[in-house]
Every structure is written in structure tokens, then in C-alpha cells.
């Protein structure tokens, strides 16, 4: 299956700027479709939260009502792509780059979360998988283009890789962060 992606421009990057609506999207993009019902449940929230969120994500594009589920009463939710990229070129217009900010932060709090959570279930891996699991970094000197051209490898090369149907095959998390060491450019030295 080829992956699905959408880059949202500014405006649908304020209905993402909002962590409950990641967390809503990753569990619709993993899990598989939802009712307003069921994601609350999961998430610990009320169904009108929960309607809100899924309307905003939902006129935005992020989301589709999946029709072959459900009945009038019971609306069941879907993904409508596999992934989310982000154009960080920082817009010149200061309200929408305050708008990619915000959403990047949700983008980091969620990324930990997921992260934290791994850590924590570690332990109760086999063996198996933990021995496909790194929590590693790489330091190297680059230049942006050669930086920007690594980062195009390796997404080429995730979005190139087929996806497994086996009974041990489970959805593999790949957090790709790439940026120069904090402090480096753009601002002091540390």
C-alpha cells in the first residue's frame, strides 16, 4: 500500500496545534476507524470534547466519516492519510508562523509522550523486539543541503518500505527529529 500525506498550510495547522487532536489523529491513523464514544473512553475525556475535536479535525481534512460503519446515531471516524509532514520554512507572516510554533510544540509533547510510553514497556518486551528498538542519536557537521538531502533518504526510504502482514508484524514506530545542535546557528554558542 502506497502511504498517504498531507501537508497542511496554516490554517489546518491550527486545528493540529492542539495535542488532544494529535493524540485523536495518531489513534485513528493506528488503531483504524473510531466513534466519538469509544476515542473519549480512550482518552479519558467527554463525547462533546471529543465531537469538537473530531469536527475541527474533520474540516480540516485530516479526517473522514468512514460511512461503511454505523448507522445515524453512531457515526464511526477515520484517517484520511497515513502521515502528517510539516513545511518548516518559517512563513514570513508572524501570526502564522506563531501557528507552526504552536503546533510543533504539540508535535514534540506527543512525540514524548509515545516515546516515555516505549520506555516504560520496555521491560515487558520479548526479546525479539527489543532487540529492534534503539533510543540512539547521531552527531554529525553537515551542511543544510546535505542535511536536507539526508533527511529526503531516509523518509524516501520509509515510505518505500512495504508493510508486513505477518502474526508478529505490529504497527514499528520511526521518530526521525533532525536539527542543528541547539544554540549553533541562529544564536549563541553554548
Known amino acids: 500500500m502506497d502511504a498517504t500525506s498531507i501537508t497542511p498550510g496554516p490554517e489546518a495547522l491550527k486545528a493540529l496545534a492542539h495535542p488532544l487532536r494529535l493524540r485523536m489523529l495518531g489513534l485513528l491513523r493506528i488503531d483504524g476507524p473510531a466513534t466519538a464514544t469509544s476515542l473519549a473512553?480512550?482518552?479519558g475525556i467527554n463525547?462533546?470534547?471529543t465531537?469538537?475535536?473530531?469536527?475541527?479535525?474533520?474540516?480540516?481534512g485530516f479526517i473522514v466519516e468512514d460511512t461503511e460503519?454505523?448507522?445515524?446515531?453512531?457515526?464511526?471516524?477515520?484517517?484520511a492519510h497515513q502521515a502528517t509532514t510539516t513545511d518548516t520554512l518559517a512563513p514570513a507572516d508572524p501570526g502564522e508562523r506563531e501557528t507552526l510554533?504552536?503546533?510543533l510544540q504539540s508535535v514534540v509533547v506527543v512525540m514524548t509522550q509515545t516515546l516515555q510510553r516505549s520506555v516504560e514497556e520496555l521491560a515487558l518486551l520479548p526479546r525479539e523486539w527489543t532487540?529492534?528498538?534503539t533510543y540512539s542519536d547521531w552527531v554529525t557537521r553537515l551542511s543544510p543541503a546535505r542535511a536536507k538531502a539526508?533527511?529526503?533518504?531516509?523518509?524516501?526510504?520509509l515510505g518505500d518500505e512495504p508493510e508486513e502482514e505477518g502474526e508478529d508484524a505490529v504497527q514499528y514506530v520511526v521518530?526521525?527529529?533532525?536539527?542543528?545542535?541547539p544554540g549553533r546557528v541562529g544564536g549563541g554558542e553554548e
Open 150 to 157: 539526508l533527511i529526503e533518504r531516509v523518509a524516501e526510504m
Open 131 to 133: 532487540d529492534a528498538v
Open 69 to 79: 460503519r454505523g448507522n445515524a446515531r453512531d457515526r464511526w471516524w477515520r484517517a
Open 47 to 49: 463525547t462533546g470534547a
Open 101 to 103: 510554533e504552536a503546533y
Open 175 to 181: 521518530q526521525l527529529n533532525g536539527f542543528p545542535y
Open 41 to 43: 473512553t480512550r482518552l
Open 51 to 60: 465531537s469538537y475535536h473530531l469536527r475541527q479535525l474533520e474540516r480540516h
